[in-house]
């Protein structure tokens, strides 16, 4: 039976400066992405290290502008509106996945445009390497005690105090599962497929409709954020609804990718 060890999420503490783990999550999240990446280039006739690093500059605001800009609109924009300084602060959380997404879609356009390649060109070689943020955007939620799963008696439950009910209960640590799911399983699916060549826009298109699935399924297990609650049908969550778009914009682009690689070829 285990039990939230309760972490700090403040990993150090110099007075008027505080360095949280959440942040330092992030960082970690792109050094692996900058470490994969640049190995990744050596066998890509169309990237360098150089490239990598550059792009990481873009994808990095991309994160952390649509991650946060996306929660705001999708999560809880009516705090936000009474309360606008609440917005700068993320080392409190309050990241949305999909808004990020978002975001590191525009930064790989803009970064396309510079670079002079499609953006499935570039949307491909990053869709593998972007399993390490999710990864770590995972364990830095759970350190800082936040996104958990729904009260249960399985024995994979974790005993954690929840404010509301004034108790000890036990709950899904579902931001291990995400981290599990979208992080390592994500990985390793998208590190298989994209070892052989695949027509442009399939190791896109995989990628987004693995995460949209993963993400669903988790979605049963999760607590559903307290101020949007259920919006339909006593189960659907709003992170199911920004998911589904995903798989079907997925599946359609791994479709779309092999039916104009054989048009191509015919």
């Given at each position: 039976?285990?039990?939230?060890?309760?972490?700090?999420?403040?990993?150090?503490?110099?007075?008027?400066?505080?360095?949280?783990?959440?942040?330092?999550?992030?960082?970690?999240?792109?050094?692996?992405?900058?470490?994969?990446?640049?190995?990744k280039a050596k066998s890509d006739p169309h990237w360098n290290s150089e490239m990598v690093g550059d792009f990481l500059f873009?994808?990095?605001?991309?994160?952390?502008?649509?991650?946060?800009?996306?929660?705001?609109?999708?999560?809880?924009?009516?705090?936000?509106?009474?309360?606008?300084?609440?917005?700068?602060?993320?080392?409190?959380?309050?990241?949305?996945?999909?808004?990020?997404?978002?975001?590191?879609?525009?930064?790989?356009?803009?970064?396309?445009?510079?670079?002079?390649?499609?953006?499935?060109?570039?949307?491909?070689?990053?869709?593998?390497?972007?399993?390490?943020?999710?990864?770590?955007?995972?364990?830095?939620?759970?350190?800082?005690?936040?996104?958990?799963?729904?009260?249960?008696?399985?024995?994979?439950?974790?005993?954690?105090?929840?404010?509301?009910?004034?108790?000890?209960?036990?709950?899904?640590?579902?931001?291990?599962?995400?981290?599990?799911?979208?992080?390592?399983?994500?990985?390793?699916?998208l590190f298989f497929y994209s070892r052989q060549p695949r027509p442009r826009g399939a190791v896109t298109g995989l990628f987004?409709?693995?995460?949209?699935?993963?993400?669903?399924?988790?979605?049963?297990?999760?607590?559903?954020?307290?101020?949007?609650?259920?919006?339909a049908w006593g189960w659907l969550t709003m992170g199911q609804v920004l998911s589904t778009p995903m798989i079907l914009v997925?599946?359609?682009?791994?479709?779309?990718?092999?039916?104009?690689?054989?048009?191509?070829?015919?």
């Amino acid at each position: 039976m285990w039990q939230y060890p309760q972490i700090d999420p403040v990993a150090l503490d110099l007075g008027p400066l505080q360095v949280h783990w959440y942040g330092l999550m992030y960082l970690l999240g792109f050094l692996f992405f900058w470490l994969y990446g640049s190995w990744k280039a050596k066998s890509d006739p169309h990237w360098n290290s150089e490239m990598v690093g550059d792009f990481l500059f873009y994808g990095a605001l991309g994160v952390i502008l649509g991650g946060r800009i996306g929660y705001v609109l999708f999560y809880d924009l009516p705090h936000y509106l009474q309360n606008p300084f609440d917005i700068v602060a993320v080392w409190h959380g309050g990241m949305s996945f999909h808004g990020g997404l978002i975001g590191v879609a525009i930064a790989m356009w803009l970064f396309a445009r510079k670079v002079k390649l499609p953006l499935l060109e570039i949307a491909d070689f990053v869709a593998p390497i972007v399993p390490f943020g999710l990864f770590f955007g995972r364990i830095g939620n759970f350190i800082n005690g936040e996104l958990w799963g729904k009260v249960t008696d399985s024995s994979l439950g974790m005993w954690v105090y929840d404010p509301q009910l004034h108790k000890m209960v036990q709950k899904y640590p579902t931001q291990l599962l995400e981290a599990l799911l979208e992080g390592v399983v994500l990985f390793i699916i998208l590190f298989f497929y994209s070892r052989q060549p695949r027509p442009r826009g399939a190791v896109t298109g995989l990628f987004l409709a693995c995460y949209g699935a993963f993400r669903f399924f988790v979605e049963f297990f999760r607590m559903p954020d307290p101020q949007l609650g259920y919006l339909a049908w006593g189960w659907l969550t709003m992170g199911q609804v920004l998911s589904t778009p995903m798989i079907l914009v997925g599946i359609g682009l791994m479709i779309w990718a092999y039916r104009h690689q054989h048009e191509a070829q015919s």
